[in-house]
């Protein structure tokens, strides 16, 4: 079985804000794989169902971000999987544009609190993700308020579009195929040119 989880903070207040794009992520696996719900177990929401071939897990944990990985860690036990393989994980990233998505096998936490709790609870940072640029935030600017805030207009659509492209990376891993996937995604898009008047 192989366990795709999301991450971000539950409920209304924090829907379609930065920090929730592995939420978003996951909600569109489920969309184009029709996974049906499984209610809540080890403090996450969850889904069971098939993806490409293989048993799939979706996640959203319920701990929010900085305990996501009590959640995590929970059904890794639970369901016996091997992180390094059998576990990815998807976030959000400032420090990538909106619109752009990195794919890694292992890594740092790179200062993301939902990392670092996943990390501290499996003892290892050997497992795949991938991570949705939100944008750098504005200088001045809190962190916790950027991240929990919404994208702009012009962001919104790049940010749709980075999101169709973590579900096929996703399935892309789910296979087997991650170094197909890096290859394919890890590419960073130009931000679009100003139109001449």
């Not at 490409?52 to 959203?60: D, M, N, P, S, Y």
């Not at 709790?117 to 200088?139: W, Y």
């Not at 962190?143 to 919104?156: H, I, M, N, P, S």
Request: glycine residues 12%.
């Amino acid at each position: 079985m192989f366990i795709i989880a999301g991450l971000g903070n539950p409920g209304k207040r924090y829907e379609n804000t930065r920090h929730n794009v592995g939420f978003d992520a996951i909600d569109e696996l489920v969309d184009r794989y029709r996974i049906p719900g499984g209610g809540v177990s080890h403090k996450a929401m969850v889904g069971k169902g098939m993806m490409e071939g293989q048993k799939v897990l979706l996640a959203k944990p319920l701990t929010f971000m900085n305990l996501s990985g009590e959640a995590i860690r929970g059904l890794v036990d639970y369901y016996k999987i091997d992180p390094e393989t059998e576990l990815l994980v998807i976030y959000d990233d400032i420090s990538l544009e909106p619109g752009n998505i990195r794919i890694r096998k292992k890594g740092s936490a790179g200062g993301h609190n939902g990392i670092k709790s996943i990390i501290a609870q499996l003892g290892t940072q050997n497992f795949q993700r991938i991570r949705i640029g939100v944008g750098e935030k504005p200088k001045n600017w809190d962190l916790a308020d950027y991240v929990l805030g919404t994208f702009g207009k012009e962001d919104r659509p790049l940010v749709e579009e980075a999101i169709g492209h973590a579900a096929q990376a996703a399935a892309m891993i789910v296979r087997g195929q991650i170094d197909e996937a890096m290859n394919c995604f890890n590419r960073t898009k130009a931000a679009p040119k100003p139109v001449q008047e």
